[in-house]
């Protein structure tokens, strides 16, 4: 995966994707699901190039992830399904996935009692030096990246708030969960939520 800031245009869509994983662990196709968005509105939205748009995001996401995740984010608990979505994001999204790993990841271990706009800087300042592609970027770029990934933790629970101070609410997985991702090679991920430390 290369460093992009595309997910910024894209909202966190759990409802819409709870919908297309629910189709999808009903035996429906790729095409199928798609014929519903487009044709049956599934997602509910005025605009046909939108809903394909967020279709094809929607799809990516959930080709990430194990098919017991797919089954848990459209049929299981709700908490836990907007946390495996965050999952889905980081495995589509690069420096998402850095950020959450780096920088929330190490706050949970510290016991940080909330996150701080200053880490959040932190990082965007480093990854700039480190990277061309983050250098080469808009400060408005970065500032709405910032914006969302702040927003999105919120939406799936692991932020208390939008604006400071925000809480930082550890990510809590059943015992199926954590043992499908640790077989999949998804420890990084578990570890990035949770703070936990998984051999």
Partial sequence: ????????????????????????????????IKQM?????????????????????????????????VE????????????????AIMRTDLLFAEFLYEVYRTELILGSPELEDMKINLFFDEKARQSDVIRQWKDTTVAHLKQYYVRILFEAGLLSGIKP?????????????????????MKSCLESLTGGHYA
């Fill in 165 to 185: 101070p925000r809480r930082i609410l550890k990510a809590y997985f059943n015992e199926g969960i954590i043992q499908t991702m640790l077989k999949e090679d």
């Fill in 1 to 32: 995966m290369k460093y992009s800031a595309g997910m910024m245009s894209v909202p966190f869509l759990f409802l819409e994707t709870r919908k297309t994983a629910q189709q999808q662990i009903a035996g429906k196709s790729s095409e199928q």
């Fill in 37 to 69: 968005v487009l044709e049956d509105n599934l997602y509910q939205m005025k605009s046909l190039y939108r809903a394909e748009r967020y279709f094809n995001v929607i799809r990516r996401r959930l080709e990430s992830l194990p098919t017991p995740l």
């Fill in 72 to 87: 848990a984010l459209g049929n299981g608990d709700l908490a836990q399904a907007k946390q495996i979505l965050i999952i």
